[in-house]
């Protein structure tokens, strides 16, 4: 089984900073990754996919990048409707990471 | 407006069996693959199931594997869960979600959810 890892696991930020989550996989899954946002109460929601591709109607100020194993999330600039949890999803044989919560600092 | 809405959720005895219902709208049902996926309180995300367009391809999960069964009736544009010999470990907050590719595999995403339907197994 692939084995997938977040990092931070939490963290705090203010608005307009830039925010990196990393996500790590156990072995090689090529570009096949994917990123959702989760706010409480609320379904996931895709924000991009194969790796560094957005999905429709997602803002610009958030980008995906990495292949491989090794693979980042980053909010050019954090907005208040930002603050949530943040999963990975390796779609090679699917599974999610454990999730970074970005709260208020 | 694409939709999904779940059904069938409720509290249940361990051992006992429970039957998931996800209906779609709002788009062509039968060209998309289709999962299921849980999430436990207060936990993260797992995915369950999975299912091509036309059932031909299907997957589970290791933790659920031989006690649930996938389907989809495309004429009835809904999803269905089978789940048997429940578990205190599958109470969960199901969600039904929509694939952007016609086919169960690698490169799955889920880019439509519903709102879930709650299980709770206890006794």
């Given amino acids: 089984d692939i084995q997938m890892t977040q990092s931070p696991s939490s963290l705090s930020a203010s608005v307009g900073d830039r925010v990196t989550i ?46 491989g194993t090794d693979f980042t999330l980053t909010i050019s600039s954090l907005q208040p409707e930002d603050f949530a949890t943040y999963y990975c999803q390796q779609s090679y044989s699917t599974g999610f990471g454990p999730g970074t919560k970005v709260d208020i600092k | 407006e694409v939709q999904l809405v779940e059904s069938g959720g409720g509290l249940v005895q361990p051992g006992r069996s429970l039957r998931l219902s996800c209906a779609a709208s709002g788009f062509t049902f039968d060209d998309y693959a289709m999962h299921w996926v849980r999430q436990a309180p207060g936990k993260g995300l797992e995915w369950v199931s999975g299912i091509s367009w036309n059932s031909g391809s299907i997957g589970y999960a290791d933790s659920v594997k031989g006690r649930f069964t996938i389907s989809r009736d495309n004429a009835k544009n809904s999803l269905y869960l089978q789940m048997n ?39």
């Fill in chain 1, 22 to 67: 990393t996500c790590r996989a156990s072995q090689s899954i090529s570009s096949y990754l994917n990123w959702y946002q989760q706010k409480p109460g609320k379904a996931p929601k895709l924000l991009i996919y194969a790796a560094s591709s957005l999905q429709s109607g997602v803002p610009s100020r958030f980008s995906g990048s990495g292949s």
């Fill in chain 2, 85 to 123: 010999s429940l578990r205190a470990e599958d109470t969960a907050l199901y969600y039904c979600a929509k694939d952007p590719q016609y086919y169960y595999g690698s490169g799955s995403a889920f880019d439509i959810w519903g709102q879930g339907t709650m299980v709770t197994v206890s006794s």
